[in-house]
């Protein structure tokens, strides 16, 4: 099962995407926590402490390691390197849950990161195309981390939106996106909801077929996110929330991995 999460910065994007992480740790086997988003903590939110995190290399930066795998060096390096290995060796273990940090899509300037993109690339392909297990990727708006080719191994695109204009219009762009890649499933999370008002808002501006679940507004979970530990338990209303939009989830793209 291979989900993507993606929505504006601030809407509770990783909230979701942890969320997920824990309930699907809870009732499958090995689950892949992939930080896909350079300003996101998708680690903190499984419970990973912030030494770990800081000691943790983002996958961009393991230089000696796409040095190996992208024999040649110079001008010339592997397009398809193999990268299980990486995935065994540089995961954060937090009982079932595997904690990957990617790291920032190099942009073109006086460097050449070919290399690097070409790594991460190979890195989100076996994920996405070669594992059984449940994946979730934490994405930023701009869903970088994805290509034509790896976008097919996405299952299920969920986009989490809040009660704003600019929400909503960030959101449809990341549909749009999605849909130019050619992911078929996409599904909204109406997040930070705060009364009936802010739901018939989102309700306005999707249909209701589009919208996998709502969520109410949590004074904790906001709470939590103005400290630097991990974030919020998942409990009251969030994980309520979070266990319908899971079995809707298993709904629309099956039992997947167990």
Request: proline content about 2%; aromatic content about 6%.
């Amino acid at each position: 099962m291979k989900i993507a999460v993606s929505g504006k910065g601030g809407v509770g994007k990783t909230t979701v995407a942890a969320s997920l992480v824990k309930l699907f740790a809870g009732t499958h086997g090995r689950v892949f926590a992939v930080d896909a988003d350079p300003d996101a903590c998708l680690a903190a939110g499984v419970g990973i402490d912030e030494e770990t995190i800081r000691q943790h290399k983002p996958m961009v930066e393991l230089k000696e390691i796409m040095d190996r795998k992208n024999a040649g060096g110079g001008a010339f390096y592997t397009l398809n390197p193999e990268v299980d290995d990486v995935l065994e060796d540089y995961c954060i273990r937090q009982g079932n849950i595997h904690f990957l940090r990617m790291g920032g899509v190099k942009k073109g300037g006086e460097a050449c990161y070919c290399k690097e993109n070409t790594f991460l690339s190979a890195v989100v392909s076996s994920l996405l195309l070669d594992k059984d297990e449940v994946v979730i990727l934490d994405m930023g708006a701009g869903i970088e981390h994805l290509s034509r080719g790896t976008a097919r191994g996405v299952e299920l695109m969920l986009v989490v939106v809040e009660p704003s204009k600019n929400s909503v219009n960030t959101a449809k762009l990341v549909q749009k996106l999605a849909q130019d890649l050619g992911i078929k499933k996409v599904k909204f999370v109406a997040n930070k909801v705060r009364n009936d008002l802010e739901k018939e808002f989102i309700l306005k501006n999707f249909g209701a077929d589009e919208i996998i679940g709502v969520i109410p507004f949590d004074e904790a979970v906001w709470e939590s996110a103005m400290g630097n530990g991990p974030s919020a338990e998942l409990g009251g209303a969030l994980l309520q929330s979070m266990k319908e939009i899971q079995a809707k989830i298993i709904r629309e793209v099956g039992e997947g991995a167990v």
